[in-house]
C-alpha cells in the first residue's frame, strides 16, 4: 500500500519549536487536524504547532499559524523570523527585506546574515494596539486605554493585568516572587479561559531584573506553557514602559533564550530580534 507523505521542516526560535511545511509544494485540506496530529510529542513529529508558507497577493509570503491544539492564531514572533529564514534558505525569497502577509497585516522581516547564511531575524512587529476594545477584554471590566495595572482575581488572588496585543491578545503581569515558584499549569488556563477575554488570551508573567532587562515565562493560549513566545516579549517591551518599569530598548531573558525587543519612541513599532534555527527536515506519512 502507498501512502502519502509530506514533507516537513522542524525549526526553533529561542526554544519556540513549530513545524512548517512549504505551501508552494504542499498541498493542506485541513491544517487544523494536521497541526494537532503532527504536534503531538509522543505520536507525532512534537512541537508548539504547525506553520504554513504560501505564496501572497500582497506580501513576498504568506503565513498561517496553528497551535498544538488546531487553533489558528493572528501571528506568531518566533515563527515569523523561522519563516523569513526557510524562505530565503528554499529560494522561495531572495531578498534580505522579506515582506510577510499574517493574519495580523503584513510584518517586515530584515534577515541577519552571516556569510550568506540566515541565522536569525529582526522583525517589525507594527504599532501595539492598546484599545481594550480591540485586544479585545471585556470593556465593563477595563474601559480606559491603555488597559494598565487593572485588578483580576484569578483563585482568591488579585494581579495587576496590562492588556497588549500584538496583533494577539496578551496579559502581562509583574511578579515579585521569582518565576519558578509559579505553579503554571494550573494558574495559566486561569488567566487563558478567564470570562474577561472572550478571545482567551496569552499570559505572561515578568519578573524586572534592571533597567533593561527582564524575565519572562508564558502561558500561551492552545499550546500551554513555551520556552518562548515572540509576540508575548513584544507585549512585555510595552507593558513595561507603560508601567515605568524600563526604559524603550530591552531584553527579554525566556527559559529557551533571549529576545531584543525595542518599542520605538520614533515611528511607535515594536521591533524583535532573535534566533532562527532548522533543526531537522523530514517526510510525514499521513
Known sequence: MQH????FTKMQGIGNDYIYINGFVEHIEQPKELA????????????????????????????????????????????????????????????DVVRLETGAGIKIIHLRKEAGHVFGATVDMGEPILECAKIPVDTTWAQETPCLLKPLSIDGTTYAVTCVSMGNPHAVVFMDAPLDTLNLPELGPQFEHHPFFPNRINTEFVQVLSEDRVAMRVWERGAGETLACGTGACAVGVACVLAKR?????????????????????????????????????????
Open 246 to 286: 524600563t526604559q524603550r530598548q530591552i531584553t527579554v531573558s525566556l527559559l529557551g533564550g533571549e529576545l531584543g525587543i525595542d518599542w520605538n519612541a520614533g515611528d511607535g513599532h515594536v521591533y524583535m530580534t532573535g534566533n532562527a534555527v532548522t533543526v531537522f527536515e523530514g517526510d510525514y506519512i499521513l
Open 36 to 95: 494537532k496530529r503532527m504536534s503531538d510529542r509522543h505520536f507525532g513529529v512534537g512541537s508548539d504547532g504547525l506553520v504554513l508558507i504560501l505564496p501572497s497577493n500582497t506580501a513576498d509570503i504568506r503565513m498561517r499559524m496553528f497551535n498544538a491544539d488546531g487553533t489558528e492564531a493572528e501571528m506568531c514572533g518566533n515563527a515569523s523570523r523561522c519563516v523569513g529564514k526557510l524562505a530565503y534558505d528554499l529560494g522561495l525569497v531572495t531578498k
Open 4 to 7: 502519502k507523505s509530506i514533507h
